[in-house]
């Protein structure tokens, strides 16, 4: 299995592990610390050696920090987990805060009576996030201290870095060669002054050096730091003894993880720096060393984004392997005695029939299998300890994807045990008006995220309800299915442009009772002009990549315009036509029978 099911929480362990985190605070003369969730690399997924802030609090989502003070520990979270974060920390040591709702630089402020040092690791924040806070507090008498990392300190146990195999990723999955992506790069470098550019995301150098491993769980990326001069040649930084180095050929130098911040005081200026992205120690340090930089964005981020038509297609093939495996999922599960059946089993299942491909890498995250109330936590993650047996009248959240060569994906579907109750159909249809409606869109060029997200709202809107997450997130070729820049989101102005990967992925949970979420993977393209639109306006419009059967049980026709179900029978149908020919008999009776029209 590529998942386990172990706890991976330990509330218990928390109030120790923050006693003597105070004291080492203590020791350093600070009041405060920062404890982050990410790693060097800004990461949202982090190396078992970066898990500090689940190490010292329990909690264990992909987004948070803590502030630890000497008389109050904060625990940020965002809506998506409200409720871990109940059942995750110790309650008596540990305080959640609503977060970006409760803002760190304000909760400072309340919290302390005097002078106030508050440390933080200057590789574990970027400058935009240390700036920002700094401007928070400035009239307060708070001061933020660069320091070493004091988690690190107390965690006797804590695990090596990850040293895994370098695998590259060819040119008929890549669609561009190293060569040609870091040559392109490096001639905007010159047209700007730049002699070079700091790169410290992991899926940037993994994407611009045409590289893939596996230092991250489920995330197929090798972590480093880059250096791309205005040649085109490529200073890499990382884990010494890797197997597979040899394979990267010429243009390109390898160098140990310790030899990036010498290696950064002999820079020639100017350089390039994400202030977003790299961390407070790179800028820092070309500060304190006499170099001149220009903050910019990762040149990889757009190009990243964009895939290409070799990626696309790719995309295209992985979805329709990974909705084969779905359609047989779901064929098994609707002839299965479901109320012997536990989450974990859903998973296992799920898994063994991806892993039947012969073509899967990995999952591309933990799956969520989340039945009954579980299903009302967002980001929920089943465990020996929380694996729920299947009721009838239960909805099941099911969130996975699978990690492919040619492609990353992510589905969710929402699945009925036994009858469902009305309330839970009608809020099933509002969800899928709205994934509808955001699957018909057409916008002019020029929009972005946050005008499409209240399009996939508005049915739950108009009832009174919502839900606390984006729409939907960027995801990646190969690389992270959590990728940006773009979303849709009520916080993203970044242009929506062809060949960007999103979700679509409306929810709706009510807590102890149950959660629905339906999510189709789509890519932004052109859209064919209209007879009666206007000829000089440029609109845009969304492929549908996923190719999957939404339960119809689940839908209140009479909810759904004569559009909607024109839509849904549509989808069927190409669902129908697309996964048949790839499924057992067995699995194409099921399919022809989950795609009838309604």
């Known amino acids: 299995m590529f998942q386990s099911f172990e706890t991976t929480a330990a509330p218990d362990r928390g109030p120790a592990r923050l006693e003597r985190l105070r004291r080492a605070m203590k020791m350093k003369g600070l009041d405060g610390i920062i404890v982050p969730r990410t790693d060097a690399h800004q990461g949202e997924y982090v190396a078992d050696c970066d898990a500090r802030l689940a190490w010292l609090t329990g909690f264990t989502g992909s987004a948070g920090f803590c502030i630890v003070l000497n008389h109050v520990a ?9 409720n871990q974060v109940l059942t995750q920390v110790d309650l008596e040591h540990f305080t959640p805060v609503p977060w970006p709702e409760t803002q760190p630089g304000p909760w400072l402020i309340d919290q302390i009576t005097g002078p106030t040092r508050i440390g933080f690791d200057p590789w574990l924040h970027s400058r935009g996030e240390i700036e920002q806070l700094q401007k928070a507090v400035q009239n307060a008498p708070i001061t933020l201290v660069p320091t070493d990392n004091l988690v690190d300190q107390i965690w006797a146990d804590r695990p090596a870095a990850p040293n ?8 008929e999955f890549s669609g561009r060669s190293r060569e040609d992506k870091c040559g392109e790069l490096a001639d905007e470098l010159m047209s700007r002054g730049l002699k070079a550019q700091v790169l410290t995301l992991s899926d940037s150098i993994a994407w611009l050096l045409n590289i893939r491993g596996t230092d991250i769980e489920h995330i197929p990326v090798v972590q480093g730091f880059a250096i791309l001069h205005d040649d085109a040649h490529v200073d890499f930084f990382t884990e010494e003894g890797r197997e597979g180095i040899a394979l990267l050929g010429a243009g390109l130098t390898i160098h140990p993880t310790r030899s990036f911040a010498p290696a950064l005081q002999k820079l020639n200026g100017p350089v390039g720096v994400d202030r977003a992205n790299a961390p407070y120690f790179v800028s820092h340090t070309l500060d304190i060393s006499g170099i001149e930089f220009e903050w910019n964005e990762d040149p990889t981020i757009f190009p990243k984004a ?30 299965a005695d479901q109320t012997n059946l536990t989450e974990i089993d859903l998973v296992t299942e799920l898994e063994g029939f991806r892993r039947a491909t012969n073509a899967l890498e990995d999952i591309s995250f933990e799956t969520i299998s989340g039945a009954g109330p579980n299903g009302a936590v967002i980001h929920y993650r089943v465990t020996h300890d929380s694996n729920r047996q299947l009721a009838s009248g239960n909805l099941v959240v099911l969130d996975s994807g699978g990690q492919y060569r040619d492609g990353t994906t992510d589905i969710t579907r929402t699945l009925a045990v036994g009858p469902v109750g009305h309330e839970e159909k009608r809020c099933f ?6 994934m509808i409606a955001l699957s018909r869109v057409r916008f002019p060029k020029g929009r972005s995220g946050r005008d499409l997200d209240p399009i996939a709202r508005y049915p739950l809107w108009a009832e009174h309800q919502d839900y606390n997450h984006g729409t939907g997130h960027g995801v990646g070729a190969f690389l992270s299915v959590h990728e940006g820049p773009q979303r849709f989101s009520a916080i993203s102005e970044i242009e929506l442009e062809p060949g960007m990967i999103l979700s679509n992925e409306p929810g709706y949970y009510r807590d ?7 999510e189709n993977l789509v890519v932004v393209e052109n859209a064919r002009p209209l007879p009666s639109g206007d000829t000089t306006r440029q609109m845009m419009g969304l492929e549908t990549l996923t190719y999957v059967p939404i339960d119809t049980s689940l839908v209140i026709k009479d909810m759904l315009s004569a559009a909607e179900k024109d839509w849904l029978n549509a989808y069927h149908a190409a669902c129908l036509a697309m996964i048949s020919p ?16 309604i």
């Not at 904060?74 to 409200?82: K, Q, T």
């Not at 895994?164 to 040119?171: D, E, G, M, V």
């Not at 790839?582 to 029209?597: F, K, M, N």
């Open 582 to 597: 790839r499924v057992s008999q067995t699995a194409q009776v099921w399919l022809e029978g989950a795609c009838a029209p």
């Open 429 to 434: 249809t509002l969800v899928l008006q709205g």
């Open 512 to 518: 102890g009772a149950f959660g629905i979420r339906i």
């Open 164 to 171: 895994a195999p370098i695998t590259l990723q060819p040119l």
């Open 74 to 82: 904060g625990v940020f979270i965002d809506g998506r987990y409200r």
């Open 306 to 335: 964009r895939k290409n038509p070799t990626e696309l297609q790719g995309a295209r093939q992985a979805h329709l392997r990974d909705a084969a495996a779905m359609v047989e999922f779901l064929s098994w599960y609707d002839a």
